[in-house]
């Protein structure tokens, strides 16, 4: 149960990781279903509450049809094992926002959830936190920066810029960097141009008492045993 004050406001209710399926009901109504066990599962649940106490059920599965598709070299333990909790936010907020950087312009598209009664401020900062531009947009737009002679991102030097999205009460960070990835005339994989070999290992949080409930320690821990 959750107690809510200021109806003003756009409600969400999100599920960092629940396995393997996930069927969800709001004061007794149905908000919304998902199986996407290692993705976050967000619902608008505005509709469905009310000022004072309201009650979550969660109705977990441990087998459904996402199953055999998320069938990796992994123990199962199946339940909610990441963070869950209430998101408020403005009515009017950002709502689908893609970032990409490429050749000297980094190029944003904005579109809104609900009623827009005020602009969006958006600004484009360098790794030192250094305004480089600023820009209002009212409604769904594309704008873009021009960065010149932007510093290439590479894994040993991962220089990001920094976007800032102001609307209302809310502000929202996303960084990005330029970086260039092919395959040259050798057929070798290239990240801006220079030749690399990729090196990795396949992990799953894995704890021997907590299951996918891991803490930093724990990670850290995994990480210097390979």
Not at 63 to 83: A, K, P
Not at 116 to 141: H, I, K, R
């Amino acid at each position: 149960r959750f107690t809510l004050e200021d109806m003003t406001r756009k409600y969400y209710i999100v599920f960092e990781g629940v396995s393997s399926c996930l069927e969800l009901y709001i004061n007794g109504q149905f908000a919304g279903y998902s199986e996407g066990s290692r993705l976050q599962a967000e619902f608008d649940i505005t509709e469905l509450v009310h000022a004072g106490e309201n009650e979550v059920t969660a109705k977990v599965r441990k087998w459904c049809s996402g199953t055999y598709l998320e069938d990796q070299d992994c123990f199962r333990y199946n339940g909610i094992y990441r963070d869950v909790y209430i998101l408020n936010r403005p009515v009017g907020h950002l709502e689908d926002l893609d970032v990409a950087a490429e050749g000297q312009e980094i190029t944003v598209s904005i579109s809104r959830r609900g009623a827009v009664s005020g602009c969006t401020e958006a600004a484009l900062y360098d790794a030192a936190g250094n305004c480089m531009a600023l820009q209002s947009l009212q409604e769904e737009a594309e704008i873009s920066f021009t960065v010149e002679n932007p510093v290439l991102w590479n894994a040993e030097a991962p220089y990001l810029y920094e976007l800032v999205f102001t609307y209302a009460d809310e502000v929202i960070r996303v960084h990005t960097g330029f970086v260039t990835y092919g395959v040259n005339e050798r057929s070798a994989f290239t990240v801006n141009g220079v030749e690399v070999k990729l090196k990795g290992v396949n992990h799953h949080d894995t704890h021997p008492y907590n299951g996918y409930s891991m803490t930093e320690e724990d990670i850290l821990k995994d990480l210097k045993l390979m």
